[in-house]
């Protein structure tokens, strides 16, 4: 399937995968030599998308697909794929427990069943108006709960690099609600033009997204008051790349993020001054794209 993809977007298979390892080391490097907790950093990254391989839907799909032993297969070897590149990096780095670590869990939590059943409804801070932060702050509550116990740790261990990172994990969170594309009927109920759809979407999600990040910036600036410029900038980096992501949505609307997206929004971790051509650019794409739905 990924083949598939990667010869849709114009890209043969292979040219794609070195592309995507350069990448990977490259964004790899730069992590390591800015951050002391780059190996954790990676090894929440790992199990993250492994959880997220492990959505129950998804597995009762391969299960009736190729039966409860084949499944079980298939899931172990696709965790150590995923985990197999930053095994690899991590080893070269000479962080052997970590790697040993996730080499461990990575077959264990493809053996693993989450069954999320609750009988109540998670409360959320938003109105249904917005359904990607209704629906995105049930399935990740707990996500941007840990990332304030970190803010906590990092004011208390003096850390105010790690409090950013806290902060730039919930702007990430908030990125994966725009990740999926809704049904096309979502899109057609609203009665505006293109462009001024996009800008409701982009204001909704910026007031939102700061809604979630603001306590850790408070938190920060009370405790570490010089460090004030940092955090205006990470804050105007995290919704940058929540514009970049909506836009790159709807440029590609209603189908799926393709593999060139996906490159490029990756680029903009290690320049995010690639932003500023990005943004106009999907913008004016996506306008394209809805023209035929919104008038």
């Not at 990740?179 to 899109?187: F, I, L, Q, T």
Request: glycine share 4%; charged share 15%; aromatic share 16%.
């Amino acid at each position: 399937m990924i083949n598939r993809r990667f010869k849709d977007a114009g890209f043969e298979p292979i040219l794609a995968y070195i592309i995507l390892a350069a990448l990977f080391a490259g964004l790899s490097l730069y992590l390591f030599s800015k951050t002391e907790f780059a190996k954790y950093i990676y090894a929440l990254s790992v199990l993250a998308l492994a959880g997220k391989f492990s959505e129950i839907r998804r597995t009762e799909f391969i299960k009736i697909c190729f039966g409860d032993k084949k499944q079980q297969k298939i899931r172990i070897t696709e965790n150590l794929i995923i985990a197999f590149p930053f095994v690899v990096f991590l080893i070269l780095k000479q962080q052997f427990l970590i790697a040993l670590i996730l080499i461990i869990l990575s077959p264990i939590l493809a053996l693993a069943n989450f069954r999320r059943e609750l009988n109540f409804t998670i409360p959320t801070p938003f109105s249904k108006n917005p359904f990607e932060f209704t629906t995105g702050f049930r399935n990740t509550f707990y996500l941007i709960l840990g990332a304030y116990v970190l803010t906590i740790i990092a004011v208390s261990v003096h850390n105010f690099n790690l409090g950013i990172f806290a902060m730039l994990v919930v702007f990430a969170i908030t990125l994966s609600y725009y990740s999926n594309p809704e049904n096309v009927y979502y899109v057609w109920t609203y009665s505006l033009s293109p462009k001024m759809f996009l800008v409701q979407k982009i204001k909704t999600a910026l007031l939102f997204s700061s809604f979630l990040a603001l306590p850790i910036a408070l938190i920060l600036a009370i405790f570490s008051h010089q460090g004030i410029n940092i955090i205006v900038i990470a804050f105007l980096i995290g919704w940058a790349f929540l514009v970049c992501m909506i836009v790159s949505k709807y440029a590609a609307f209603p189908d799926e993020l393709n593999i060139v997206q996906a490159i490029l929004l990756s680029l903009c971790i290690g320049f995010p001054p690639l932003l500023i051509v990005l943004i106009p650019y999907f913008f004016l794409k996506s306008e394209n794209r809805l023209s035929s739905l919104l008038k």
